[in-house]
């Protein structure tokens, strides 16, 4: 119900109550008539004073239009006053859209320009660092091959280097065969190394660092200049057991780097194959290393001159596993052609290459200890055991369990150990005496298991690839988590006596970790 004023009899526009009389006034009439009357209530003349009048709130009705507006003259013009507005704010509104649009625009070219801008410096910077890395001061380099070809040629510094054979133009070699002073040597190799790992029984080795110091584990050093920045990736690591602190990696910018840990210096830049370098391994007395790529070849380099000594083309496809013998004289590998090859290093040549009975692919190898047998790896989940007196055979084991392609083969330096991963997040360590799987130690769902590696005890296991990991053997417990890798780990080795790990990843570094105790520069 409305309000209406006792003096005026319409609604008011600042309605106020008057205690004396309870009746509802117009502010500005009350008050005009309480100044020309005096202080009395004009409806009951009681005494009225003006700070006694009380304010009433009130939602503001709309009021209704004088009786002069109901023409149809007066109609015709307040609607054609209503039309002008509309049209004086659609020409407001008209205008900050014409201004927006062109902010708007101008906003877009200046983002443009900045990636463009964004682009370039990246593509420098990227150039820059591969210079940089290029140009760091190598310890006795010597000038590599072209990246066209990967030729053998003489190490001598008066001879004349032979002439470039470009990967591509070399023929599959065909294996010699296995000689009986081969499987005598392998016999006698074999048997020397077993009894020297009875005499050392189950003492631990002096210096082996203890599983307190382990645990400490904590990033020392990174390395991201190694490999070119333009094709990042590292997927190959190894480390020179008779001098630890050289350690080998192969990358996807189709190069090996042998890296010092001690002076950080790049000791031998490896070029030569066409494709990237999927497997990397140093020889553990000599200063030779060995690659695998997937341009379907082995090499292997004197690091000191970083020179190609020889090259073997055993495979059809990719080579997938390469593993060194015992005797140092013999490689192993494996390759999406379905054939593992046993080589000889020395003379460059195929001794023996056997195709794997089914339509799958092999993923890994590698030899056991004592080099008699060795394990490879297949795409169909399985693990399987050859002998390498016996290879017009098939495989002496084989290890079911795994339901996914094996990624990783290790076995532990007692010779009683195989420890297998698969695209499966699982480890499972098999028993070679009883020939069945003794533990299994089960990942995350989505964890990938890239590397597995014994440290040369045989104490502990490291696992690379979503992080990296250190487990205790026999007790099989977790030791330390590493995650300082932003991308998939795809290597991890220990140091001798396992005083430190060091790991690569395809965020392309090269990590070293070892105890606060420990000093990597000076050991």
Known sequence: MALVCALSNEIPEKPCVAPSSGNVFERRLIEKYLKENGPKDPINGMPLQQDQLVDITVVQPVKAKPPSATSVPAILKALQDEWDAVMLHSFTLRQQLQTTRQELSHALYQHDAACRVIARLTKEVNAAREALSALKPQAGVTPTLPASALTPNSLAQNATPSPATPIQTLTLAEPVGMTEDIINKLNENSNYLTTERKKRGKTVPEGLNTVEEVKKFELTSSQS???????????????????????????????A?????????????????????????????????????????????????????NVIKAH????????????????????????????????????????????????????????????????????????????????????????????????????????????????????????????????????????????????YLSVAGSDIRVYLCKQWDELCILTEHSSLATGVKFGNHANFLCSTSMDRTLKLYASPNYDLKRN
């Not at 094709?231 to 190069?255: E, N, R, W, Y």
């Not at 055979?393 to 369990?401: D, I, K, L, W, Y």
């Not at 997040?425 to 590397?451: G, H, M, P």
């Open 257 to 309: 780097v042998v890296f010092n840990r001690n002076t950080e210096q790049i000791v031998s830049v490896l070029k030569g194959h066409t494709k990237k370098v999927s497997h990397a391994v140093y020889h553990t007395t000599r200063d030779v290393a060995f690659t695998a790529s997937a341009d379907c070849t082995v090499a292997t380099w004197s690091v000191p001159e970083a020179s190609c000594s």
């Open 316 to 459: 059809a496809q990719a080579v997938t596993g390469l593993s060194l013998h015992a005797t140092g004289d013999y490689i192993l590998s494996c390759s999406e052609d379905k054939h593992w090859a046993f080589s000889d290093i020395n003379a460059g040549q195929v001794i023996s290459k056997v195709s794997e009975a089914g339509d799958h692919t092999l993923t890994c190898a590698q030899f056991h200890p004592d080099g008699l047998i060795f394990s490879v790896g297949t795409s169909d989940a399985m693990v399987k055991i050859w002998d390498l007196k016996f290879t017009s055979n098939n495989a002496v084991a084989t290890f079911p369990g795994h339901s996914g392609p094996i990624s990783a083969i290790s076995f532990s330096e007692n010779g009683y150990y195989l420890a297998t991963s698969a695209d499966d997040a699982q480890i499972k360590l098999w028993d070679l005496r009883k020939l069945k799987n003794f533990k299994t130690i089960q990942l995350d769902s989505q964890y990938e298991v890239k590397s597995l590696a014994f440290d040369q005890s045989g104490t």
């Open 225 to 255: 200049g190694l490999h070119s920045a333009s094709v990042p990736g590292i997927l190959a690591l190894d480390i020179f057991q008779a001098d630890d602190s050289k350690i080998l990696t192969g990358g996807m910018d189709k190069m």
